[in-house]
Protein backbone atom coordinates (compact mmCIF):
# COMPACT_ATOMS: atom_id res chain seq x y z
CA UNK A 1 0.00 0.00 0.00
CA UNK A 2 1.14 3.66 -1.18
CA UNK A 3 2.56 5.54 1.83
CA UNK A 4 2.58 2.57 4.26
CA UNK A 5 5.50 2.68 6.87
CA UNK A 6 7.56 -1.02 5.24
CA UNK A 7 10.30 -3.49 7.17
CA UNK A 8 13.51 -2.54 6.53
CA UNK A 9 14.36 -6.31 6.19
CA UNK A 10 12.34 -6.19 3.14
CA UNK A 11 15.10 -4.82 0.91
CA UNK A 12 17.14 -7.57 1.85
CA UNK A 13 19.35 -6.19 4.51
CA UNK A 14 20.54 -8.42 7.40
CA UNK A 15 19.55 -6.66 10.89
CA UNK A 16 19.61 -7.42 14.46
CA UNK A 17 16.45 -8.16 16.32
CA UNK A 18 15.70 -7.17 19.63
CA UNK A 19 13.24 -7.64 22.57
CA UNK A 20 9.87 -5.62 22.78
CA UNK A 21 8.94 -5.71 26.26
CA UNK A 22 4.51 -4.40 26.29
CA UNK A 23 3.31 -3.36 30.20
CA UNK A 24 -0.11 -2.20 31.26
CA UNK A 25 -2.84 -2.02 33.46
CA UNK A 26 -4.92 -5.36 33.42
CA UNK A 27 -7.76 -3.94 30.72
CA UNK A 28 -5.71 -1.92 28.98
CA UNK A 29 -5.55 -4.07 25.75
CA UNK A 30 -2.06 -5.61 25.63
CA UNK A 31 -3.35 -8.96 23.82
CA UNK A 32 -5.49 -7.76 21.69
CA UNK A 33 -3.41 -5.13 20.06
CA UNK A 34 -0.56 -7.55 19.91
CA UNK A 35 -2.76 -9.77 18.17
CA UNK A 36 -3.82 -7.23 15.57
CA UNK A 37 0.10 -6.40 14.94
CA UNK A 38 1.15 -10.36 14.43
CA UNK A 39 -0.06 -11.16 10.85
CA UNK A 40 1.25 -7.19 9.68
CA UNK A 41 4.96 -7.81 10.82
CA UNK A 42 6.94 -10.45 8.79
CA UNK A 43 9.88 -11.81 11.67
CA UNK A 44 7.92 -10.65 14.85
CA UNK A 45 7.68 -13.50 17.70
CA UNK A 46 5.92 -13.82 20.63
CA UNK A 47 8.29 -14.84 23.45
CA UNK A 48 7.08 -18.57 25.20
CA UNK A 49 7.52 -18.74 28.72
CA UNK A 50 8.62 -21.64 30.65
CA UNK A 51 6.17 -22.74 33.41
CA UNK A 52 5.99 -25.22 35.72
CA UNK A 53 2.20 -25.57 35.26
CA UNK A 54 0.34 -28.64 33.81
CA UNK A 55 -0.44 -28.27 30.09
CA UNK A 56 -4.10 -27.76 29.42
CA UNK A 57 -6.28 -29.52 26.79
CA UNK A 58 -4.97 -28.68 23.17
CA UNK A 59 -1.64 -26.90 24.60
CA UNK A 60 1.79 -28.07 22.88
CA UNK A 61 4.99 -27.96 24.89
CA UNK A 62 7.45 -25.55 23.01
CA UNK A 63 4.40 -23.37 21.16
CA UNK A 64 2.36 -22.30 24.06
CA UNK A 65 4.75 -23.06 26.82
CA UNK A 66 7.95 -24.89 27.93
CA UNK A 67 6.88 -27.29 30.48
CA UNK A 68 9.03 -28.21 33.02
CA UNK A 69 8.88 -29.24 36.60
CA UNK A 70 9.69 -27.50 39.38
CA UNK A 71 13.12 -28.68 39.79
CA UNK A 72 13.78 -28.15 36.44
CA UNK A 73 12.09 -24.78 36.55
CA UNK A 74 14.62 -24.37 39.87
CA UNK A 75 17.42 -25.18 38.03
CA UNK A 76 16.81 -22.64 35.12
CA UNK A 77 16.61 -19.47 38.00
CA UNK A 78 20.09 -21.31 39.73
CA UNK A 79 21.55 -21.05 36.53
CA UNK A 80 20.62 -17.39 35.82
CA UNK A 81 18.69 -18.68 32.30
CA UNK A 82 15.72 -16.99 33.20
CA UNK A 83 15.34 -13.70 32.80
CA UNK A 84 13.01 -12.91 34.59
CA UNK A 85 10.40 -15.52 36.51
CA UNK A 86 7.49 -15.01 38.84
CA UNK A 87 5.16 -17.32 41.06
CA UNK A 88 1.30 -16.85 40.59
CA UNK A 89 -1.62 -19.27 41.83
CA UNK A 90 0.97 -21.69 42.61
CA UNK A 91 2.61 -22.11 39.86
CA UNK A 92 5.76 -20.54 38.37
CA UNK A 93 6.31 -18.65 35.09
CA UNK A 94 9.70 -17.13 33.63
CA UNK A 95 10.91 -15.77 30.25
CA UNK A 96 14.21 -18.57 29.15
CA UNK A 97 16.78 -16.42 27.95
CA UNK A 98 18.23 -18.67 25.00
CA UNK A 99 15.27 -18.92 23.40
CA UNK A 100 14.76 -14.91 23.32
CA UNK A 101 18.45 -15.00 22.43
CA UNK A 102 18.31 -17.56 19.67
CA UNK A 103 15.39 -15.53 18.21
CA UNK A 104 17.36 -12.37 18.33
CA UNK A 105 20.44 -13.60 16.65
CA UNK A 106 18.38 -14.90 14.08
CA UNK A 107 17.29 -11.94 13.18
CA UNK A 108 13.63 -11.51 14.54
CA UNK A 109 11.86 -9.38 17.18
CA UNK A 110 10.50 -11.21 20.35
CA UNK A 111 7.53 -9.38 21.70
CA UNK A 112 5.96 -10.00 25.52
CA UNK A 113 3.64 -8.91 27.78
CA UNK A 114 3.84 -8.44 31.58
CA UNK A 115 3.73 -6.49 34.52
CA UNK A 116 6.19 -3.74 35.55
CA UNK A 117 8.16 -6.21 38.28
CA UNK A 118 9.08 -8.71 35.55
CA UNK A 119 9.90 -5.68 33.00
CA UNK A 120 12.31 -4.29 35.83
CA UNK A 121 13.92 -7.61 36.15
CA UNK A 122 14.10 -7.65 32.22
CA UNK A 123 15.58 -4.27 32.22
CA UNK A 124 18.46 -4.81 34.65
CA UNK A 125 19.39 -7.41 32.32
CA UNK A 126 18.84 -6.03 29.16
CA UNK A 127 19.12 -2.85 28.86
CA UNK A 128 18.39 -2.77 25.00
CA UNK A 129 15.26 -3.94 25.21
CA UNK A 130 12.53 -1.85 23.89
CA UNK A 131 9.75 -0.76 26.74
CA UNK A 132 6.39 0.40 25.56
CA UNK A 133 3.20 1.40 27.92
CA UNK A 134 -0.27 0.51 26.72
CA UNK A 135 -2.74 2.71 28.85
CA UNK A 136 -6.57 3.34 28.10
CA UNK A 137 -7.49 7.19 27.63
CA UNK A 138 -9.02 7.00 31.03
CA UNK A 139 -9.71 5.47 34.17
CA UNK A 140 -13.26 5.75 33.86
CA UNK A 141 -12.72 3.44 30.25
CA UNK A 142 -10.48 1.17 31.83
CA UNK A 143 -13.42 0.39 35.03
CA UNK A 144 -15.38 0.26 31.68
CA UNK A 145 -13.59 -2.55 30.17
CA UNK A 146 -13.25 -4.54 33.41
CA UNK A 147 -16.78 -4.79 34.26
CA UNK A 148 -17.44 -5.61 30.91
CA UNK A 149 -15.50 -8.94 31.07
CA UNK A 150 -17.83 -10.00 33.19
CA UNK A 151 -15.39 -12.30 35.16
CA UNK A 152 -14.21 -10.03 38.34
CA UNK A 153 -16.36 -9.09 41.18
CA UNK A 154 -16.64 -5.39 42.00
CA UNK A 155 -13.97 -6.03 44.76
CA UNK A 156 -11.58 -7.16 42.32
CA UNK A 157 -12.14 -4.80 39.58
CA UNK A 158 -11.17 -2.09 42.42
CA UNK A 159 -7.86 -3.50 43.21
CA UNK A 160 -7.03 -3.39 39.50
CA UNK A 161 -8.20 -0.17 39.47
CA UNK A 162 -6.23 0.88 42.73
CA UNK A 163 -3.06 -1.11 41.46
CA UNK A 164 -3.15 0.30 37.70
CA UNK A 165 -2.76 3.91 40.21
CA UNK A 166 0.65 2.41 40.63
CA UNK A 167 1.61 1.04 37.95
CA UNK A 168 1.20 3.66 35.74
CA UNK A 169 3.44 5.85 38.04
CA UNK A 170 6.39 3.70 36.48
CA UNK A 171 5.60 4.92 33.05
CA UNK A 172 8.70 7.25 33.34
CA UNK A 173 10.83 3.94 32.86
CA UNK A 174 9.42 2.96 29.59
CA UNK A 175 11.02 3.91 26.07
CA UNK A 176 7.31 4.51 24.45
CA UNK A 177 3.82 4.96 25.47
CA UNK A 178 0.15 4.26 23.59
CA UNK A 179 -3.11 4.95 24.47
CA UNK A 180 -5.41 2.44 23.49
CA UNK A 181 -8.53 4.17 22.45
CA UNK A 182 -9.02 2.39 19.24
CA UNK A 183 -7.55 -1.10 18.60
CA UNK A 184 -6.49 -0.46 14.99
CA UNK A 185 -4.98 2.81 15.59
CA UNK A 186 -2.94 1.28 18.56
CA UNK A 187 -2.04 -1.48 17.10
CA UNK A 188 -0.36 0.77 14.12
CA UNK A 189 1.70 2.87 16.73
CA UNK A 190 3.06 -0.42 18.13
CA UNK A 191 3.41 -1.23 14.15
CA UNK A 192 5.32 1.46 13.50
CA UNK A 193 7.32 1.34 16.96
CA UNK A 194 8.51 -1.74 15.70
CA UNK A 195 9.32 -1.15 12.15
CA UNK A 196 11.50 1.85 13.22
CA UNK A 197 13.33 -0.10 15.97
CA UNK A 198 14.51 -1.87 12.82
CA UNK A 199 15.37 0.58 11.10
CA UNK A 200 18.27 1.73 13.35
CA UNK A 201 21.55 1.52 12.18
CA UNK A 202 23.56 -0.17 15.16
CA UNK A 203 20.97 -2.67 13.98
CA UNK A 204 21.85 -2.93 10.22
CA UNK A 205 24.27 -5.34 8.67
CA UNK A 206 26.06 -1.94 7.53
CA UNK A 207 28.94 -4.49 5.67
CA UNK A 208 26.40 -5.27 3.64
CA UNK A 209 25.07 -2.00 3.27
CA UNK A 210 28.42 -0.71 2.50
CA UNK A 211 28.71 -3.89 -0.59
CA UNK A 212 25.31 -2.58 -2.03
CA UNK A 213 25.85 0.64 -2.55
CA UNK A 214 29.75 -0.03 -3.38
CA UNK A 215 31.23 3.06 -1.02
CA UNK A 216 32.11 3.36 2.82
CA UNK A 217 29.99 4.39 5.15
CA UNK A 218 32.57 5.87 8.01
CA UNK A 219 32.88 2.49 8.58
CA UNK A 220 36.43 1.42 7.17
Do not use: C
Not at 14 to 33: A, D, Q, R
Not at 105 to 121: L, R
Not at 188 to 196: A, N
Amino acid sequence: MKGQLKNIRDSGLKTNGFLIVLSGPSGSGKNSVMNAVFPTVPNLKYSISVTTRPPRVGEVDGVNYFFRTEEEFNALVAQNKLLEWATFVGYQYGTPKEFVQNQIESGNAVIMDIDIQGAAQIRAQMKEAIFVFLLPPTKEELSRRLKLRGSDSAEVIKRRLAKSQEEIKHIVDYDYFIINDDLSQAAEQLRHIILSEWAKISRIDLKQLKHLWKGGFGTE
